[in-house]
Antibody, heavy 120, light 105 residues
Framework: EMHLVESGGGLVQPGGSLRLSCVAS????????MNWVRQAPGKGLEWVSY????????YYTDSVKGRFTISRDNAKSSLYLQMNRLRDEDTAVYYC?????????????WGQGTLVTVSS | DIQMTQSPSSLSASVGDRVTITCRAS??????LNWYQQKPGKAPKLLIF???SLQGGVPSRFSGSGSGTDFTLTISSLQPEDSATYYC????????FGQGTKLEI
């Protein structure tokens, strides 16, 4: 069974940093493109970042460009999101999501999410 | 960015009802439209991709239709476990989601 497990969330002050991790199991991680999607408390879903299978192609939503860095370690079946210069509006549950095979921007499955709270 | 607008924002229905949720894109997105179901405290789950293709394991009472700018998600005979928030998402360009439709049974 495919499984994604996020970790690394927590409480951080504005301007601080946090590194999220997502460990995959049940499938060949290196064969799939991956994404981060977030959901602010009580709000809808927002795509954050994408990384190709090799890590050579990366995209970000405008609001996190220059502050967040996505990366992956295929040997460890792991996806990461380094978040710097955090703002109040970055408070959200962050989900990692696998891209469905040969279908761009179709997310399946998703991890259970990790909560990031940015507050002083 | 392509804006996605869902209606209604919330609705209440009874077991056995037929329910339709609509999603409108701010520009044509062909059939590049996905639907997700999210239950409280859980991750979203893919229901339908490419407007009308049912994801494996999803009950056949769920169906999707539409193309261009207007799309619908239909649940043919509502079950208690269908109580959730439903999101549409376009994949024509950098992905964006609708604001969600909360369905109460």
């Amino acid at each position: 069974e495919m499984h994604l497990v996020e970790s690394g969330g927590g409480l951080v002050q504005p301007g601080g940093s946090l590194r999220l991790s997502c460990v995959a199991s049940g499938f060949t991680f290196s064969s799939y493109e991956m994404n981060w999607v977030r959901q602010a408390p009580g709000k809808g879903l927002e795509w954050v970042s994408y990384i190709s299978r090799s890590g050579s192609t990366i995209y970000y939503t405008d609001s996190v460009k220059g502050r967040f860095t996505i990366s992956r370690d295929n040997a460890k079946s792991s996806l990461y999101l380094q978040m710097n210069r955090l703002r109040d509006e970055d408070t959200a549950v962050y989900y990692c999501a696998r891209q469905k095979e040969q279908l761009v921007w179709v997310f399946d499955p998703w991890g259970q999410g990790t909560l990031v709270t940015v507050s002083s | 960015d392509i804006q996605m607008t869902q209606s209604p924002s919330s609705l209440s229905a009874s077991v056995g009802d037929r329910v339709t949720i609509t999603c409108r894109a701010s520009q044509s997105i062909s059939s590049d439209l996905n639907w997700y179901q999210q239950k409280p405290g859980k991750a979203p789950k893919l229901l339908i991709f490419d407007a009308s293709s049912l994801q494996g394991g999803v009950p056949s009472r769920f169906s999707g239709s539409g193309s261009g700018t207007d799309f619908t998600l239909t649940i043919s005979s509502l079950q208690p476990e269908d109580s959730a928030t439903y999101y549409c998402q376009q994949r024509y360009s950098t992905p964006t989601f609708g604001q969600g439709t909360k369905l109460e049974i």
